[in-house]
């Protein structure tokens, strides 16, 4: 679908404001602005939850571009059985915001891999792309790629046009809506750009635009993410061997920086619901394992297979469970640190 654009011509002072959310949790944050990694240090000086930020030496890591077709909304066990009751999500806090998280698939992993290659390389040879090892998978750590969830047993994935198209729908009037470059937020060790859906009448910061330096854009369809760090561990470091247009994975020794994701916050008003069909969301639920840090309960997979079993009594299939993207992407053999 098409959404709405503005150029606003707006000036930002990028300075660090604090608040504290919904779960207790500091939050130092900029508005109307995506900092990348060297902005976002200027104006995190002084801040205590710097000490990931600025750490050193880091071991160098892919830079890829993600083009990204599908949302993802964890929850837990209180916020599925409001999901089956409303027939959809319905925002929470005062802020009247619905909450996304870009979910990045196999296939998505593997056409930024080509595509890094592509740009960086143009002149390979068949047999230099034949040859090329596949890497970025072993770089994809951070929790904004994992299978698991920080907030809940249950994942709802959806196409990103569809959520769009639903809130176009019931929240629009059937006009575009617009998408704006809403906040970027720092925690301790994670940052998190935040992406605005709100009607035409709410523009209130810049919107997306298709400019190639920017941290996330919007593009027939799919949200273009290019993100800033995306290790939860550095554990490999990349080596470009332009003498064989190829790139190659190391081992090296464990350090930590920060990660960054994208979050897709709906503005939706106090309480009200973005609805979809029951089977709609029965078909795009599985569950998750619980990560790190975890901020909610977690069911175990024979729980949570009865519960929503009792949910959705009629649908056909079994609960699955997420599965992660190193599963997918590589052989058992190489999971394991072993050779072919």
Not at 82 to 109: H, Q, T
Request: net charge negative; charged share 25%.
């Amino acid at each position: 679908m098409t959404v709405k654009t503005f150029s606003l011509s707006l000036t930002f002072n990028p300075t660090m404001e604090r608040r504290t959310n919904r779960r207790g949790v500091t939050e130092h944050f900029v508005g109307g602005r995506h900092l990348k990694l060297d902005d976002l240090k200027e104006a995190a000086q002084g801040l205590e939850t710097r000490q990931y930020l600025f750490r050193e030496n880091i071991p160098a890591y892919p830079r890829p571009e993600f083009h990204v077709s599908h949302l993802k909304h964890d929850t837990d066990l209180e916020g599925l059985l409001g999901i089956k009751r409303d027939g959809g999500f319905r925002s929470l806090g005062p802020e009247s915001l619905l909450w996304w998280s870009l979910a990045v698939k196999p296939e998505d992993v593997t056409s930024a891999e080509t595509r890094l290659l592509e740009e960086t390389y143009p002149d390979r040879t068949e047999e230099q792309v034949q040859t090329q090892q596949s890497f970025l998978g072993k770089f994809t750590t951070s929790p904004a790629f994992l299978e698991t969830s920080r907030l809940g047993s249950y994942r709802f994935t959806f196409p990103v046009e569809e959520v769009l198209e639903a809130y176009r729908e019931q929240f629009c009037g059937g006009e575009p809506p617009v998408l704006q470059v809403f906040e970027t937020v720092l925690y301790k060790q994670e940052v998190m750009y935040v992406v605005l859906v709100d009607r035409p009448a709410n523009q209130q910061y810049s919107s997306l635009s298709d400019d190639p330096n920017a941290v996330c854009v919007y593009r027939d369809g799919r949200f273009i993410w290019r993100p800033e760090a995306i290790c939860n561990e550095h554990n490999f470091e990349l080596v470009q061997k332009p003498d064989v247009n190829q790139m190659e994975l190391f081992p090296c020794s464990r350090h930590f920086y920060v990660w960054d994701h994208v979050a897709i916050a709906l503005h939706v008003g106090k309480g009200k619901v973005l609805k979809f069909h029951t089977d709609q969301l029965r078909g795009n639920l599985k569950f998750c394992d619980p990560g790190e840090p975890q901020l909610s309960y977690f069911e175990s997979f024979a729980d949570a297979e009865e519960i929503v079993g009792n949910l959705w009594p009629e649908y056909p299939a079994q609960l699955e469970k997420q599965i992660s993207l190193q599963e997918m992407l590589y052989p058992w053999w190489e999971l394991l640190g072993f050779c072919r």
